[in-house]
């Protein structure tokens, strides 16, 4: 195609069409994304608008867990932990193919740090001053209340103690310092955008022609009565008008509020960053286990097998949200440290680093209380812009999505005098719809799929999209063949994710719709292959794919460090 005018897009199209709806949530990640969802279930005329790409902001960088938070009990943050754990067993069963029980264990080099000064900072400091380091009796307390939110459902067994004997004997990588371990179990989320994106397939499937959604269409301004949009694929400004509007812009509310006309100062996010290790050593001395523990500063910090690759996270620095954000040389060095910290005798440089990854949490404004101390939990604060009923969310956690979307349909129901008929409690997924539960249903599902097809590749199908794997299937052509640069994924996989799920940018797919350049390994020549095979679908000329792969090799540089020209290799920025 020589014809380089960008043309409206089919979803830009829709609301361009029909510029009105009951709802306008503004906001693509997971809270914006669970709300569109919550609110077509219930035949709400909904629309959803995204900045950037869905799931490309604060969602995109979490620490991949699904958990309770055991370290909120410290904050006094009981009803939080309580929905968290609830909303955790309730992953597990409603989204199989994503979320898998983590065993979890803490390192423990002390017996009584931190059990009276841990009251103080919760009861009288509120989060102010120098943390202590957290012993064994502290720890034991948490988990045992842990344990008592844990009960219903029965998805994860209780904690367990170890002395510094079984705890060597487990995991003889260990400091052999450690004088106890902590083993209890919260959830790994896998594919946290893959996920996301289930949330959103599951919300357009609910509402046909009244849910509709848009990437890459920020809200601009706010004039008589209208949210002006524009497409930031042909520059075209345009209104949509709502009955209610939400923002859900996670840390850029305040920014989102402002463009609307409305002055806030409702958030003070923090930044969190994590580095990806291809280390064989070190992914071994986990034991499959994620390692959570306290640093010597006093900040919790996990390194977490996930992919045949190591995780390493988190920092919590005070960041601003109107500027870019990326894992720094600091944090890199931070991060090798606590690896040496826990396994003192296994080596990690630079060179093991194959991606980086840093978001802002999208916290309220916490003045000067610790960021560790800043709550986790959220909160709806209503208000009104030329007679248009608007409510912004502060806060809020991927563990808590599903909730937090709730709450905020409902009173989004209630501003429309609607009431609510579908229920998402035990709602199945995406593709964890009918997953096959246990190796025999496992087997008779690949089987029922193999006829046709390579029996392996549909076993990788259904680890990538649960039962949508049926979707890619149909989609594509038996015996597909691989992309000798990109193993376990064939041509015609990716231009299906490109054609039915709203790629944009080559970032898109590589970053959100796949796990490719999480797993690292990006070349020049890899990131050019995967653009070759959607360049179809999207009509892509020669030009086209150049200024994608100039773009993927730029955003990969500045935001992830990762520098494709050198083979994958870190750089310092």
Known sequence: MNDRTPTTRPAIRSLRDRPHAEVLIIGGGINGIATFRELALQGVDVALVERGDFVSGASSASSHMVHGGVRYLENGEFRLVQEAVAERNRLLRTAPHYVRPLETTIPIFSTFSGILSAPFRLLVTHGRGKARERGAALIKIGLTLYDTFSRDGGQVPRHKFRGRRRSLSELPRLNSDVKYTATYYDASMHDPERLALDVLHDGIVAGGDRARAANYLPAVGFENGAVQLRDETTGDVFDVTAKVILNTSGPWTDLTNEALGRGTRFMGGTKGSHIVLDHPELLAATGGREIFFEHSDGRIVLIYPLKDRVLVGTTDIDADPSAPTSCTSEEVDYFIDLVGHVFPDISVDRSQIVYTFSG??????????????????????????????????????????????????????????????????????????????????????????????????????????????????????????????????????????????????????????????????????????????????????????????????????????????????????
Do not use: C
């Not at 802002?360 to 208000?383: K, Q």
């Open 360 to 573: 802002i949490r999208p916290l309220p404004r916490h003045d000067d209380t610790a960021p560790g101390f800043v709550s986790r939990d959220y909160r709806i604060e209503p208000s009104e812009h030329a007679g248009v009923p608007l409510l912004s969310l502060v806060g809020g956690k991927w563990t808590t999505f599903r909730a937090l979307a709730a709450h905020l349909a409902n009173d989004t129901l209630e501003l429309l005098g609607k009431t609510r008929s579908v229920g998402t409690e035990t709602l199945a997924i995406g593709g964890g719809k009918d997953f096959p539960k246990g190796r025999a249903a496992r087997t008779r599902w690949v089987a029922e799929r193999a006829d046709g097809n390579d029996r392996s590749r549909v076993e990788v199908l259904l680890d990538r999209y649960g039962t949508r794997a049926d979707e890619v299937l149909a989609a594509t052509p038996e015996h597909d063949e691989t992309i000798a640069l990109l193993p376990g994924y064939t041509a015609a996989e990716l231009a299906h994710l490109a054609a039915s799920e709203q790629v944009v940018h080559l970032d898109d797919l590589l970053l959100r719709r796949t796990s490719i350049a999480f797993l690292g390994g990006l070349t020049l020549e890899r990131v050019r292959a995967a653009a070759e095979a959607i360049a179809p679908v999207l009509n892509w000329d020669g030009a086209r794919v150049d200024e994608e792969i100039r773009r993927m090799a730029q955003l990969l540089r500045t935001a992830h460090r990762i520098d494709v020209e050198r083979g994958g290799a870190v750089v310092d920025i």
